[in-house]
Structure formats: structure tokens, C-alpha cells
T-cell receptor, first 116, second 112 residues
Framework: NAGVTQTPKFRILKIGQSMTLQCTQD?????MYWYRQDPGMGLKLIYY???????DKGEVPNGYNVSRSTTEDFPLRLELAAPSQTSVYFC???????????????FGEGSRLTVL | AQRVTQPEKLLSVFKGAPVELKCNYS??????LFWYVQYSRQRLQLLLR??SRESIKGFTADLNKGETSFHLKKPFAQEEDSAMYYC??????????????FGSGTQLTVLP
């Protein structure tokens, strides 16, 4: 059981380049998330999805786009990379909320992106 | 808006000493609180949640609504506890789902 898989693990981009961070999960989870982690700043939510075909902006969506064509995949697209997007990116997923509890979040290993 | 504050970026204790990682939150409703942990070269994972009232790896955390705190405690720290710890709150529904808001994290180092 692979859980949440992110690729690539590392990437260096030049300013203005574009790229897609891939995320896939095999747990049949409805909810999927993209976070970025900056040093000393904790995790900031970029985008999330509650199911195939549905996406919503999080706290810091500018400069990013997402799509959710299947339950399994939730790619994150950077169209015009900027140095401010240098960060570690985490994809996560969870199942439906229980009656009394928010479900556990399962994380990928992270993707370290540097924009020069 | 909901907010989570972890006032200590770095915390060092000696092996066998008690450890407390502080977490304070701001939320007007009934929150659900979590602690997530990231060990070196491993992915972020759930450590415990307040609703379960459980002890995991010797850690406990009690929700104090009066002080709006959810501090993580362990009576005798071990070297393998060295990791980054994040406090998280699930509360508001934003858009189409309840959101988890994370604190900025505390890097715990247990010294031999």
C-alpha cells in the first residue's frame, strides 16, 4: 500500500519556467490537499479538493493551479515560477469526516522546489 | 478565523527529562485538535488527537478550553523523540470542507 506518492522529490527551476508536481493516492480518499512549508512558517494550504471535479483555493493559491480529474490524482501546476515559490510542497489526503471527528491526514514525502 | 500558535521554534531537553511542547489556539467554536510529527527523513504523520484521549509513544495532550491550549507532554523524553512537531486545529468550514490549520512547528531535540 503506497499511500500518497509525490513526484519529483527535488527540482530546480529558472524564473518563469513552468512545472507540475504530481500527487497520487491509492486509499480512495475524497479529500486531497496541497501545502507548502517555508522555514519557520509551518504548513500553508495552497489548494484542496473534496472529490473529483471539485477544487477550492486555500490560504496561498496565487501562482498555482490544480485539477482533480480522478479520485486518485491531484497535480499542482506552477505556471510562471518565481523565487517566492521556493519551498517544500506536501500533498496530503484523507477520507470522509466521521460523525465526531475529522479524518486523519496522510502525507506524501514532500517535493523540494528551488526557483533561481 | 482559526489560528494555531506554537511559541517555541526550537526545544532541547536531556534524555529522561520531562518535555512539554506548547500549543495555543484561537477558535470561537468547538475545535478538534491534533499533533502531527515528522521524524528525520520520514513523512509527516498523525501522533495523536484530542478526541481519542489516548497516549501514543508516551505522549499525551489535554485540551484546555479555558486556556485555549493543547500542550503535548511526555514525562521522560527519549532520543528517538527528536523530531518536528506540529499542532493542528480542525474547525471552520471553508469553501466545501473543514480545514486543518497548522502551527509553525517545534523542533524537539533530545540530548543524550
Amino acid at each position: 500500500n503506497a499511500g500518497v506518492t509525490q513526484t519529483p522529490k527535488f527540482r530546480i527551476l529558472k524564473i518563469g519556467q513552468s512545472m507540475t508536481l504530481q500527487c497520487t493516492q491509492d486509499m480512495n480518499h475524497n479529500y486531497m490537499y496541497w501545502y507548502r512549508q517555508d522555514p519557520g512558517m509551518g504548513l500553508k494550504l495552497i489548494y484542496y479538493s473534496v472529490g473529483a471535479g471539485i477544487t477550492d483555493k486555500g490560504e496561498v493559491p496565487n501562482g498555482y493551479n490544480v485539477s482533480r480529474s480522478t479520485t486518485e490524482d491531484f497535480p499542482l501546476r506552477l505556471e510562471l515560477a518565481a523565487p517566492s515559490q521556493t519551498s517544500v510542497y506536501f500533498c496530503a489526503s484523507r477520507g470522509r469526516d466521521g460523525e465526531w471527528s475529522t479524518g486523519e491526514l496522510f502525507f506524501g514525502e514532500g517535493s523540494r522546489l528551488t526557483v533561481l | 478565523a482559526q489560528r494555531v500558535t506554537q511559541p517555541e521554534k526550537l526545544l532541547s531537553v536531556f534524555k529522561g527529562a520531562p518535555v512539554e511542547l506548547k500549543c495555543n489556539y484561537s477558535y470561537s467554536g468547538s475545535p478538534e485538535l491534533f499533533w502531527y510529527v515528522q521524524y528525520s527523513r520520514q513523512r509527516l504523520q498523525l501522533l495523536l488527537r484530542h478526541i481519542s484521549r489516548e497516549s501514543i509513544k508516551g505522549f499525551t495532550a489535554d485540551l484546555n478550553k479555558g486556556e485555549t491550549s493543547f500542550h503535548l507532554k511526555k514525562p521522560f523524553a527519549q532520543e528517538e523523540d527528536s523530531a518536528m512537531y506540529y499542532c493542528a486545529l480542525s474547525g471552520e468550514v471553508s469553501g466545501s470542507a473543514r480545514q486543518l490549520t497548522f502551527g509553525s512547528g517545534t523542533q524537539l531535540t533530545v540530548l543524550p
